[in-house]
T-cell receptor
Framework: DVKVTQSSRYLVKRTGEKVFLECVQD?????MFWYRQDPGLGLRLIYF???????EKGDIPEGYSVSREKKERFSLILESASTNQTSMYLC????????????FGPGTRLTVL | AQSVTQLDSHVSVSEGTPVLLRCNYS??????LFWYVQHPNKGLQLLLK??????LVKGINGFEAEFKKSETSFHLTKPSAHMSDAAEYFC?????????????FGTGTLLAVQP
């Protein structure tokens, strides 16, 4: 079974802190994704990566950056956390094209105070 | 541009009765459509997908969906609800044609199943 793990289930940070969210997948997928999930808004794509060191902005990249130094690991970075970044963050990975299934991690619920 | 609209934010059914979760899509291309489910405190899981083969698609746990081009719909159904079906369901469309990598998620429908 594909497994996507996220470093924390719950995280509480202060405004202005730098925050790292880590995601690891064990199926050698070339594509990885970061979404945020907010009530009534569904999932919105922040960034995705289709190869090591490659990244593309999603629909809401402002205030975020990403890093993919190894194929299995995709990190989301909040350079200076703000209260409006309080949300559930979901990581996903996928082999090949968008016809294929995306496998999701359990999510990290981030609260910024 | 591609988009999906989930017509109900909340649906409540009794155990053993049919489930209908509605989704309309907009697409400039022949669309690829998906339904994902998210159980409480768990990651999303693929229920089923349509990629231009049979218009009636069967998925896991007894769910199915029918692609209707004339109505631009992809509604999710199940003949008999089970308590374990209580979850949030997302209708999803692939963004664009060609090799595009992105999916567009609907806003979700929360399904409650009453005993």
């Amino acid at each position: 079974d594909v497994k996507v793990t996220q470093s924390s289930r719950y995280l509480v940070k202060r405004t202005g802190e730098k925050v790292f969210l880590e995601c690891v997948q064990d199926m050698d997928h070339e594509n990885m994704f970061w979404y945020r999930q907010d009530p009534g808004l569904g999932l919105r794509l922040i960034y995705f990566s289709y190869d090591v060191k490659m990244k593309e902005k999603g629909d809401i990249p402002e205030g975020y950056s990403v890093s993919r130094e190894k194929k299995e690991r995709f990190s989301l970075i909040l350079e200076s956390a703000s209260t409006n970044q309080t949300s559930m963050y979901l990581c996903a990975s996928r082999a090949g094209t968008a016809y294929n299934e995306q496998f999701f991690g359990p999510g990290t619920r981030l609260t910024v105070l | 541009a591609q988009s999906v609209t989930q017509l109900d934010s909340h649906v409540s059914v009794s155990e053993g009765t049919p489930v209908l979760l509605r989704c309309n899509y907009s697409s400039s291309y022949s669309p690829s459509l998906f339904w994902y489910v998210q159980h409480p405190n768990k990651g999303l899981q693929l229920l089923l997908k349509y990629t231009s083969a049979a218009t009636l698609v069967k998925g896991i746990n007894g769910f199915e969906a029918e692609f209707k081009k004339s109505e631009t719909s992809f509604h999710l159904t199940k003949p008999s609800a089970h308590m374990s079906d209580a979850a949030e369901y997302f209708c999803v469309v692939r963004a664009g044609g060609g090799a595009t990598n992105k999916l567009i998620f609907g806003t979700g429908t929360l399904l409650a199943v009453q005993p």
